[in-house]
Nanobody, 128 residues
Framework: QLQLVESGGGSVQAGGSLRLSCVFS????????MGWFRQSIGKEREAVAT????????VVADSVKDRFSISQDLRARTIYLQMNSLKPEDTAMYYC?????????????????????WGQGIQVTVSS
């Protein structure tokens, strides 16, 4: 059974950095588009960044494009979200996600909820 386990969250002051990790287990990693999402209190969950099995990355949230980056270690079956110059508005629960819709590619993924596996989420709090 596919499992995603996030780590690396916590509290940081504005301007600081954090790196989130998500370890994938229980299935073939290259079958999935991997991504990071976040949800703040009172807001809908939003996509932050994705990475496909070829290592192609996309930071999809306009508010973080110059500050966040996503990467992966195929051997370790781990994806990372490097977050720099953090702002209080980045405070949210961050979720790792895997979507098998496109056999490892990310175009058109994260639409059908039945194809998505979510991690348990990890809190990131940025204080001013």
């Amino acid at each position: 059974q596919l499992q995603l386990v996030e780590s690396g969250g916590g509290s940081v002051q504005a301007g600081g950095s954090l790196r989130l990790s998500c370890v994938f287990s229980g299935d073939s990693y290259v079958r999935y588009c991997m991504g990071w999402f976040r949800q703040s209190i009172g807001k809908e969950r939003e996509a932050v960044a994705t990475v496909d099995k070829m290592g192609n990355t996309a930071v999809v949230a306009d508010s973080v494009k110059d500050r966040f980056s996503i990467s992966q270690d195929l051997r370790a079956r781990t994806i990372y979200l490097q977050m720099n110059s953090l702002k209080p508005e980045d405070t949210a629960m961050y979720y790792c996600a895997a979507d098998r819709t496109r056999a490892g590619y990310c175009s058109g993924t994260f639409v059908d909820s039945l194809s998505i596996t979510w991690g348990q989420g990890i809190q990131v709090t940025v204080s001013s």
